[in-house]
């Protein structure tokens, strides 16, 4: 620890040096990883000397940052939101080709969040947005296991061995899956209604997974991430987390991190027996 000189001339205690790209994230100005081009793009500057190496540490009471020759804004409240993405959105802030993103959805936020991870063009429903970069990287990291679970609508009706095997880990291009939770919710009279539940987090995963079967999906809703449920909020709607929500999310994200630092695999959650006769409509969730 050093002393450090404050403002108004007393002497205070400080530890809480931090990365030079979580500082400017914290800002609100810039995602981590554009934080980390700004900085090797010789953009940033540190109590005037040019800073480009990435992990230089700064302490945010003593230090003078500048990005393109502005003083960096104090860090922002962390901010979380949940919108029910459509389908034909890109789930990113911005989009070459002109198509619509999430960041047409969140007009009226003054803070600017990110969204945690994607959903395809084609599919739809809980995204979660933050400025909270550790708790995003967390979310998205395999080897905290974060279960996210869908309703899919699936061409035909799948048998209890097509159940078992995707429950089991199907083989794809790039690997084995890892275990999935598959509940049957409603049968139609060509096609099927599931709830699937994984914890890895593949391109298209859930898409090929079923693929791998002989069951095309023809609609994907995400509904449940960690632990938020989307339930009733509406498709284009976004909202922010409650306190509890939020709460909530930090906690279960901190355990998970916790664990794995100490060198403990989350144990897999038990499989839950699946229906095998009838049809289970899940509770606050629409389907079409």
């Not at 005037?48 to 009471?61: F, H, I, N, Y």
Request: charged share 30%; hydrophobic share 35%; proline share 6%.
């Amino acid at each position: 620890m050093r002393a450090v000189r404050s403002h108004a001339g007393r002497t205070s205690v400080n530890n809480m040096d931090i990365r030079l790209q979580k500082l400017i994230a914290g800002s609100g100005l810039a995602s981590r990883r554009k934080a980390e081009t700004l900085i090797a793009a010789g953009r940033v500057t540190v109590n005037g000397k040019l800073v480009t190496e990435l992990g230089t540490k700064v302490d945010p009471e003593r230090d003078h940052v500048k990005v393109d020759g502005k003083h960096l804004s104090h860090a922002q409240p962390f901010v979380y939101l949940m919108l029910n993405k459509p389908k034909h959105v890109m789930s990113t802030l911005d989009d070459p080709g002109g198509r619509p993103t999430v960041k047409d959805f969140i007009r009226g936020v003054s803070v600017r969040v990110f969204p945690v991870g994607r959903l395809d063009f084609e599919s739809e429903g809980l995204m979660l947005l933050t400025n909270n970069g550790d708790l995003a990287q967390a979310l998205l990291h395999p080897r905290y296991h974060v279960p996210k679970t869908y309703l899919i609508k699936v061409k035909r009706v799948l048998t209890d061995e097509e159940i078992r095997q995707l429950e089991g880990g199907v083989k794809l291009e790039d690997g084995m899956t890892g275990p999935a939770q598959v509940k049957k919710i409603k049968k139609a009279e060509q096609n099927s209604w599931l709830e699937v539940t994984i914890r890895e987090g593949r391109k298209h995963q859930v898409r090929r997974m079923l693929e791998s079967v002989g069951h095309p999906v023809i609609r994907l809703t995400r509904v449940k991430m960690g632990p938020l449920s989307l339930g009733r909020l509406e498709s284009g709607e976004f909202r922010f987390l409650t306190d509890r929500e939020a709460n909530a999310l930090r906690e279960s994200v901190g355990e998970r991190v916790a664990a794995i630092e100490r060198g403990e695999e989350p144990a897999p959650k038990p499989k839950r027996p699946v229906r095998r006769e009838g049809w289970a409509r899940p509770k606050k969730v629409k389907m079409a």
